[in-house]
């Protein structure tokens, strides 16, 4: 599976920015997508997930009611809604997939926030 992500930028305090991650190769297999970030000395953290049966949706609790996870199955896109954004949303967002066997990532967005 390759996953590439798209729609990082330069956004101001409150504005909004959209997410893609297109999916290739064995996407059959996916069972969970989501959307992680990593800020500049810290750890990578969990945004969102979304199950690929149910679409079961999970959110960090710092991004709840301000982002929106979803996907469009005919595209293998899964896309991350990102509104109310924060300088503490500035971090590369990696778009992340799980099967049985494996885990797979993007290589990342820069998304910065300016105050």
């Known amino acids: 599976v390759q996953l590439v992500e798209s729609g990082g930028g330069l956004v101001q305090a409150g504005g909004s920015l959209r997410l893609a991650c297109t999916a290739s190769?064995?996407?059959?297999?996916?069972?969970?997508m989501g959307w992680y970030r990593q800020a500049p000395g810290k750890q990578r953290e969990l945004v969102a997930t979304?199950?690929?049966?149910?679409?079961?949706?999970n959110y960090a609790d710092s991004v709840k009611g301000r982002f929106t996870i979803s996907k469009d199955n005919a595209k293998n896109t899964l896309y991350l809604q990102m509104n109310s954004l924060t300088p503490e949303d500035t971090a590369v967002y990696y778009c992340?997939?799980?099967?049985?066997?494996?885990?797979?990532w993007g290589q990342g967005t820069q998304v910065t926030v300016s105050s």
């Open positions: 992340n997939a799980i099967s049985r066997a494996a885990v797979y």
């Open positions: 190769g064995s996407t059959f297999s996916i069972n969970v």
């Open positions: 979304i199950t690929n049966g149910r679409g079961t949706t």
